[in-house]
């Protein structure tokens, strides 16, 4: 196994040429990786951090990601790129991430050229190019710089390197925008958002790690990671009502657990030609 000094300097050798960076900044363990990496390679003050918080992001992560910008020593700025405006991306399409990554890249694109930044950054690690990833398109088109991508740095070692860099996210469960909890076709508004955040950020305030609620309509499809799924059963009774709070009529446990990008199992159904139930 490459040593992590090493590995840090190939990513940093991929962003230095580029004098200053603009990074795009969740607060996931990825795009903190990658916001050290440009600090590492060029500096704090030459590095900017960019948050899109909007309905699709859990208001409890940008306190957090505003605490790892700023244990970093790194500017941070919140934006508001209002996904939910464009139609293309409201009706949830299969390809609903790829408007959304091009609304953001371009706005990020737009500061900074303004700001005068040498690239755009985000925190694309090498296992995002083999899922359904509409998003890598809109970075590629954009001219996004995805260093972790390009070193060949997959989500495992993302954490062995966050680790390395005592960096607080690295054992962080992942976590995706609100919009991947709905199955592909089903028109997202900001009401199905606030019920979908209002029953994770339960979930967390219980103790949950890995958890996902899929939204099909009425019913809340609760995913969770194989070891806290006799939790969440012995929970039953609360959680239940906690999510009937949040306006869903019936509350699921899904037996087969979470599973990233579970609602891709359609799309692939589709290319099989079996049929595809969803809703």
């Known amino acids: 196994m490459i040593g992590a000094e090493q590995r840090l300097r190939e990513l940093e050798a991929i962003v230095a040429p580029h004098g200053s960076a603009l990074v795009a900044f969740s607060g996931g363990v990825d795009s903190s990786l990658a916001l050290a990496v440009a600090v590492r390679a060029l500096s704090r003050e030459r590095v900017l951090a960019v948050t899109s918080c909007n309905e699709t992001y859990l208001p409890s992560e940008l306190e957090k990601a505003r605490e790892l910008a700023a244990s970093l020593g790194v500017r941070h700025e919140v934006i508001n790129t209002r996904e939910l405006d464009d139609p293309?991306?409201?009706?949830?399409?299969?390809?609903?991430?790829?408007?959304?990554k091009s609304t953001l890249y371009a706005e990020l694109g737009r500061m900074a050229r303004e700001r005068g930044y040498g690239c755009v950054v985000d925190g694309a690690n090498a296992d995002d190019e083999g899922d359904w990833r509409p998003?890598?398109?809109?970075?590629?088109?954009?001219?996004?710089l995805s260093p972790l991508s390009e070193a060949g740095v997959g989500k495992e070692e993302v954490r062995r390197l966050a680790r390395h860099l005592g960096l607080s996210t690295w054992d962080k469960p992942a976590l995706a925008c609100l919009s991947s909890r709905f199955p592909y076709g089903q028109r997202i508004t900001p009401e199905k958002l606030s019920q979908v955040a209002r029953a994770e950020e339960f979930l967390r305030s219980r103790g949950f790690r890995q958890v996902r609620v899929r939204h099909h309509g009425e019913i809340a499809r609760l995913e969770v990671a194989e070891e806290?799924?006799?939790?969440?059963?012995?929970?039953?009774?609360?959680?239940?009502s906690a999510l009937?709070?949040?306006?869903?009529?019936?509350?699921?446990?899904?037996?087969?657990?979470y599973?990233?990008?579970?609602l891709n199992a359609a799309l692939r159904g589709r290319k099989k030609g079996l049929p595809v139930i969803s809703g």
Do not use: Q, T
């Open 88 to 100: 293309n991306y409201a009706s949830n399409p299969s390809n609903r991430c790829y408007f959304c």
């Open 228 to 240: 806290e799924m006799e939790r969440a059963f012995r929970m039953r009774e609360e959680i239940c």
């Open 244 to 257: 009937k709070e949040a306006g869903f009529a019936y509350v699921a446990l899904d037996l087969s657990g």
């Open 259 to 262: 599973r990233s990008g579970s």
């Open 135 to 144: 998003g890598r398109k809109a970075a590629r088109e954009l001219g996004v």
